[in-house]
């Protein structure tokens, strides 16, 4: 069993004693675990980024790229805050393939791999080299793991160890399995036109290949065909990126020998009855410290065997107008402006207006303000300062934070007689009010779960579709059975949207709810659109903004209100 005994209080301020003076919050100013600190947060719907930010339309600009980023650095009033975003670009292999079925040639190939020059020249500093699929930065990485940085005099002893000698006419090796010259390797990317900083990363890597004698040839195809070689298995190896998560759950799709089939996510085709076992161990993790284990166990065994060379991480630019806000908190994987983080939703307040209005960029209009039909970015961002979530994440080492919940425990029951799955108890804060005043209390948790799921509401249906049954157990403590058992489940839980069941529980077409455009029954001034979140909704208007104001009864307002 995983119990978390750590109360809310004691557990923030452990977060306050690693992290103050770390620099993580900008402009001098260290972050805390209570706010809101502005009163006012205007979202102004402006498509130009770097305009938007250079003449001050407004102070916060989230995800600029591109062009803008060498303009705006030499800007002394704009602070551009980078962060490491949960990607990575990787090379994979074809294990099905002679000679890559050989881990001296895959690891030697990761020996070639210039991530420096990758980041620096072709990529322009908008990633930073990576080399594991699990980055650093998460808590689940395992830093004692087989490396191959790079370093083509090591490749070559590696070739060397192994016999691949090296032909004295062609210059290439000899594949000792054979006797005879390697045959040509091929890496695929998609082509200029369409891919410019792939296809010159394909060509780099192979031209660093035939230094140390591998015969590798950069072919770029159309993406689409790319796409279909690779589903059919018909390839030497290939370039392309992947999203990752803070959970390493990912692990089990990437290289699980039952998804190396066609179309499969294991495009390697590795397979290897250990590593199955250790991604078994880790999908079906019965409390997060088997599951740890699991993951480092799953990571030591990939490092080793290397069927891809991860390449780099993509990186995220936010911009803040640092003569005029301040509390800004830097997150790896979430960005400084990104909409799941806390922390600087809690901190950031405007130095020069006396109103203390911060003016957020939003780059679209929000398409709908329903958190059961949210998708894109546009839409979640208003949402996510409004709401809260019962886990939070610690800003520098990506852990658990209490938030909702104060406290859970994972464990088992006997789903059926002779089958086990997981239960997770959940102890939730006291005192913590909706918008209008209403009590937030383990009813709105069991009935949020039971509208998602009964109501089949697509974007939470994998999150709650295994969920068996919900048990009160008291006004603050619910238990949530699930029909399998992982500890995962834990965090399926934690990414929902809750419900007031208040105002939720007449809503007949969760589809065209519009919770935004209907006024309160009650309360004077808010519509239905509320949560339990540091900023309450006051008005969205199509093309011009969305206004949100602080939460005067917010229950982590610093002591002093």
């Known amino acids: 069993m995983t119990s978390r005994k750590l109360l809310l209080p004691i557990a923030l301020g452990l977060v306050m004693l690693i992290s103050c003076g770390t620099g993580l919050a900008q402009t001098g100013s260290a972050w805390e675990p209570w706010g809101p600190r502005a009163d006012e947060i205007i979202m102004t719907i402006i498509g130009e980024r770097q305009i938007a930010l250079e003449r001050g339309l407004v102070d916060v600009a989230p995800?600029?790229?591109?062009?803008?980023?060498?303009?705006?650095?030499?800007?002394?009033?704009?602070?551009?805050?980078?962060?490491?975003?949960?990607?990575?670009?990787y090379l994979w292999f074809?294990?099905?393939?002679?000679?890559?079925?050989?881990?001296?040639?895959?690891?030697?190939m990761?020996?070639?791999v210039d991530r420096d020059a990758i980041t620096s020249k072709i990529l322009k500093s908008e990633a930073i080299p990576?080399?594991?699929?699990?980055p650093p930065w998460n808590p689940y990485f395992n830093s004692n793991t087989a490396a191959f940085p790079y370093d083509l005099t090591k490749a070559g002893e590696i070739l060397d160890r192994a016999g691949?000698?090296?032909d004295r006419k062609t210059k290439m090796r000899i594949?000792?399995?054979?006797?005879?010259?390697?045959?040509?390797?091929?890496?695929?990317?998609?082509?200029?036109?369409?891919?410019?900083?792939?296809?010159?990363?394909?060509?780099?890597?192979?031209d660093a290949a035939r230094k140390v004698g591998l015969p590798v040839k950069h072919e770029p195809v159309d993406f689409l065909d790319m796409v279909g070689m690779v589903d059919d298995r018909n390839f030497d190896m290939y370039i392309r990126a992947w999203s990752l998560s803070r959970n390493p759950d990912y692990l089990e799709s990437l290289f699980h020998s039952r998804n190396a089939g066609e179309g499969g996510y294991n495009t390697s085709g590795i397979a290897l009855p250990e590593l199955d076992q250790a991604l078994e161990d880790l999908e079906r993790a019965p409390d997060l410290d088997a599951a740890r284990q699991a993951a480092m166990e799953a990571q030591a065994i990939i490092a080793r065997k290397q069927p891809m060379a991860i390449l780099y991480s993509e990186v995220n630019y936010a911009g803040f107008r640092k003569d005029k806000v301040t509390g800004y908190v830097s997150m790896p994987g979430y960005g400084a402006a990104g909409y799941n983080n806390k922390w600087t939703q809690l901190n950031i307040r405007n130095i020069k207006d006396k109103a203390n209005t911060v003016r957020w960029l939003l780059a679209n209009d929000p398409r709908t303000l329903n958190p059961c039909t949210a998708s894109s970015q546009y839409d979640m961002e208003p949402l996510m300062w409004i709401t809260d979530k019962l886990i939070e994440v610690h800003p520098e080492t990506l852990e658990d934070v209490p938030w909702l919940a104060k406290e859970w425990e994972v464990d088992t029951w006997e789903a059926e007689p002779g089958r086990t799955a997981t239960v997770v108890t959940l102890h939730l804060q006291e005192g913590v009010k909706w918008h209008d005043g209403m009590p937030f209390t383990a009813e709105d948790i069991k009935f949020t779960i039971d509208y998602l799921r009964d109501n089949v509401v697509f974007r939470y249906f994998n999150l709650t579709r295994n969920v068996a049954?919900?048990?009160?157990?008291?006004?603050?403590?619910?238990?949530?059975?699930?029909?399998?058992?992982?500890?995962?489940?834990?965090?399926?839980?934690?990414?929902?949207p809750i419900l007031p069941k208040h105002i939720w529980k007449d809503v007949k077409d969760w589809k065209a709810f519009e919770p935004w455009n209907e006024p309160h029954p009650t309360v004077k001034g808010l519509t239905k659109l509320i949560g339990t979140g540091p900023f309450i909704f006051k008005e969205y208007k199509p093309?011009?903004?969305?206004?949100?104001?602080?939460?005067?009864?917010?229950?982590?307002?610093p002591a002093a209100e």
């Open 94 to 108: 074809n294990m099905r393939r002679a000679p890559l079925d050989a881990d001296p040639v895959r690891q030697a």
């Open 164 to 166: 691949y000698t090296v």
């Open 469 to 496: 049954r919900v048990q009160l157990t008291s006004r603050y403590t619910v238990k949530v059975y699930f029909d399998s058992v992982s500890c995962w489940n834990l965090y399926c839980l934690g990414e929902l």
């Open 175 to 206: 594949d000792p399995n054979t006797g005879k010259t390697m045959r040509e390797m091929k890496i695929l990317t998609p082509k200029a036109e369409s891919s410019p900083t792939m296809a010159q990363i394909g060509k780099m890597i192979a």
């Open 63 to 89: 995800e600029i790229g591109g062009g803008s980023i060498a303009k705006l650095k030499s800007n002394r009033n704009i602070d551009l805050v980078m962060t490491p975003r949960f990607s990575a670009s």
């Open 543 to 557: 093309g011009k903004h969305v206004r949100l104001v602080k939460n005067p009864n917010y229950w982590r307002l």
């Open 110 to 112: 990761a020996c070639i």
């Open 130 to 134: 990576l080399a594991t699929i699990v």
